[in-house]
């Protein structure tokens, strides 16, 4: 056998055991194959091939060949039926936008159409529809399939939704895939469509007070309105705003206005009294709506108050500097506080005839000077003052007040007396080294001083000082000029030097040396109305002096 040769070429000789059947070779199990068989020699088909014994120690030889296990043949298959893949279904989604709302009717220009975008993640066809909340009543949209096209991120399409499609109420905005009605979109938007009906009116008038005298000042107002329908939309209006007062109206109107409309109403001419204010407004459609109406006041322009007021209450006109005159002021507050429109008079009188009018036509406040003369002449007496002011409405009001004229004038007068020494002179102070210079009182009424050495540097040795009362009728006089005074002193004794001076204290002093006889110091004025004047003398080293008495003048005026 062929097998048998190419596998014993390659095999080890083996010996046979007796009572052993002859092994199979792999050649009676196996296909022969393709490629020639070399051999070696003559062979006998017909012997036996001797078996190989088995290995003591269980193992099988190299070379030696293992008899097959049995093979079960493979049952036959059947081949599957081919299958189609499913196609993938879009996710459909309508871009989130905020709440919508449209007004009726169409075509006016206002809320006729939202636009919504729907987005695939696939390349689809769709159509639209809007669902009635309410009613869940559909609306075709698009009803023709609309191919969404591709995007950044999948693909999409924007779809106007008219007014004209839907009517008042609140819709959902529903996409679906045409060919595939079950897959919807989501995240539709909700659009709210108004009547374009006005139901609300507000109306704020900028004053409800008013002054209708025609002079630009609080005679009109400024209406603002808005109006809104059901949904709270603020509606594109026209509007009329009327304000009354008594029977007689005044009417404004409002073109069409987007918003707030606002308008000037006049109120010029229109009488005193009470009223109102109200508006009507028409929105797209439907009837106007009236607003609320308010409550308003038409007041007089007119004088509310006159005062009157005087610089003094004595004039006299003597022109002689003092009180020649009497400044007149008036004031009148006016209704509103910003008019200034009135006619009036400023009257001065004396038994109800007038001797000076000035005249008035602005309520500011005014000043006239009268310079108490009566026909030019000084007429004394009790004078009345009257304003009088009226406004362009209402009553005259009137203030007064009196001033009193004096035909007295002021006149210069003078007055002197003797004052003796030692009432003038009433202390002193030595300066020498040992303090012997002294001061005495005869009764003569003289002052004797003596002065010794100084340690004043040579300047005085005794230091005496006083003063005098200035009289209250000087005193009174300081309300019309200033009062001067002059001082001379009475000197019967000098042995050496001696100087003296007078003055007010804080203000100016008049000083001189001193010599036997009666010798004054210049005129000096009583500058802050002082009650005293003072007065001191001064004596130099070694010094004996006597000061009789000393000699005060006086210049001053009086009203006579």
């Not at 008899?67 to 039926?81: I, Q």
């Not at 023709?144 to 995007?151: A, G, T």
């Not at 073109?255 to 000037?264: D, E, F, I, L, S």
């Not at 009566?374 to 005259?396: A, C, F, M």
Request: hydrophobic content about 35%; overall charge negative.
């Amino acid at each position: 056998m062929a097998g048998a040769l190419v596998l014993g070429s390659i095999a080890p000789a083996a010996s046979a055991v007796d009572g052993d059947e002859p092994a199979p070779t792999a050649t009676e199990t196996q296909q022969p194959t393709s490629e020639p068989t070399v051999t070696t020699g003559p062979t006998d088909e017909t012997s036996p091939t001797p078996t190989p014994e088995p290995p003591v120690d269980g193992t099988t030889e190299p070379g030696s060949i293992t008899e097959p296990e049995p093979t079960t043949e493979p049952e036959p298959t059947t081949e599957p039926e081919p299958t189609t893949e499913p196609e993938p279904t879009p996710t459909l989604q309508i871009s989130t936008t905020p709440a919508a709302v449209l007004t009726l009717p169409s075509g006016d220009g206002f809320k006729d159409a939202t636009v919504v975008h729907v987005v695939s993640d696939l390349a689809t066809s769709v159509v639209m529809d809007v669902v009635d909340v309410a009613t869940s009543t559909v609306t075709p949209i698009v009803s023709d399939p609309l191919e969404l096209l591709e995007e950044a991120g999948g693909f999409g399409a924007d779809i106007t939704i008219p007014v004209s499609a839907v009517t008042v109420g609140t819709y959902s905005v529903v996409a679906r895939v045409v060919g595939a009605p079950s897959v919807i979109s989501t995240g539709g938007p909700t659009i709210t469509v108004g009547s374009g009906i006005a139901t609300s009116v507000t109306f704020s008038p900028s004053a409800r007070a008013f002054y209708p005298y025609a002079d630009g000042i609080n005679d009109s107002f400024v209406a603002a309105v808005y109006a809104k329908d059901e949904t709270g939309t603020v509606l594109p209006i026209t509007a009329t705003v009327t304000a009354v007062s008594g029977t007689t109206k005044r009417s404004a109107a409002i073109p069409k206005t987007m918003g707030t409309a606002r308008v000037t109403v006049s109120v010029a001419g229109m009488p005193v009294g009470s009223g109102s204010l109200s508006v009507a407004a028409k929105g797209p459609a439907g009837p106007a709506k009236a607003g609320t109406s308010i409550v308003a006041h038409y007041y007089a322009t007119q004088v509310a108050s006159v005062a009157v007021v005087r610089s003094i209450g004595t004039v006299f006109p003597a022109m002689d500097g003092y009180r020649d005159t009497v400044e007149i002021g008036t004031n009148a507050k006016q209704t509103p506080a910003s008019a200034t429109a009135v006619t009036g008079t400023i009257k001065v009188s004396l038994n109800g005839k007038a001797v000076k009018t000035w005249y008035i036509s602005r309520s500011s406040t005014i000043k006239v000077i009268w310079d108490g003369l009566n026909n030019k002449k000084v007429v004394p007496g009790t004078y009345l003052i009257t304003v009088s002011e009226r406004g362009p409405q209402g009553p005259v009001k009137s203030a007064s007040t009196s001033v009193i004229v004096s035909a007295k004038k002021l006149v210069n007068t003078s007055t002197s007396s003797w004052v003796s020494a030692k009432n003038v002179l009433t202390g002193y102070q030595p300066y020498d080294w040992s303090e012997a210079g002294v001061c005495s009182y005869n009764t003569a009424e003289a002052v004797w001083c003596t002065g010794y050495d100084d340690t004043l540097d040579g300047t005085f040795s005794l230091f005496a000082d006083g003063g005098v009362a200035v009289p209250a009728a000087v005193r009174a006089s300081s309300t019309y000029a200033v009062p001067t005074v002059r001082v001379s002193a009475q000197v019967s004794y000098l042995s050496g030097s001696a100087v003296w001076a007078y003055g007010v204290s804080g203000y100016s002093s008049s000083s001189g040396a001193m010599g036997v006889g009666t010798r004054p110091l210049g005129w000096l004025k009583l500058t802050g109305n002082p009650t005293r004047l003072d007065l001191a003398v001064g004596l130099g080293t070694y010094t004996d002096l006597v000061v009789d008495r000393f000699k005060v003048e006086y210049q001053y005026k009086v009203l006579r």
